[in-house]
Nanobody, 118 residues
Framework: VQLQASGGGLVQAGGSLRLSCAAS????????MGWYRQAPGKERELVAI???????NSANSVKGRFTISRDNTKNTVFLQVNSLKPEDTAVYYC?????????????WGQGTLVTVCS
């Protein structure tokens, strides 16, 4: 199983990006998918998560600006990030709890860098 994230880049404050993360491999089901981020010198933090039924939760710092969604038919999770601020600069990692014939495990993508300049 692999998680491949994409969509990061350099953007000015107030701008937008759309991050994507696709899971591939012999997947039975994906219960939860989410995004975390890690800024330089800081610990990794939760940004947003979404269940297979579409229930979502997000950090207070991104509520109203970031929207998580998923396409279950493509095992893909998205993060629409709007009204970006310099403090949103971080490496964004996708995360998923995936069940295969070997059981259920947590997987991480490789990260995609979002840089917001003022």
């Amino acid at each position: 199983v692999q998680l491949q994230a994409s969509g990061g880049g350099l953007v000015q404050a107030g701008g937008s990006l759309r991050l994507s993360c696709a899971a591939s491999g012999s997947i039975f089901s994906i219960k939860v998918m989410g995004w975390y981020r890690q800024a330089p010198g800081k610990e990794r933090e939760l940004v947003a998560i979404i269940t297979s039924s579409g229930s979502t939760n997000s950090a207070n710092s991104v509520k109203g600006r970031f929207t998580i969604s998923r396409d279950n038919t493509k095992n893909t999770v998205f993060l629409q990030v709007n009204s970006l601020k310099p403090e949103d600069t971080a490496v964004y990692y996708c995360n998923a709890f995936i069940t295969t014939m070997m059981g259920g495990y947590e997987y991480w993508g490789q990260g995609t860098l979002v840089t917001v300049c003022s």
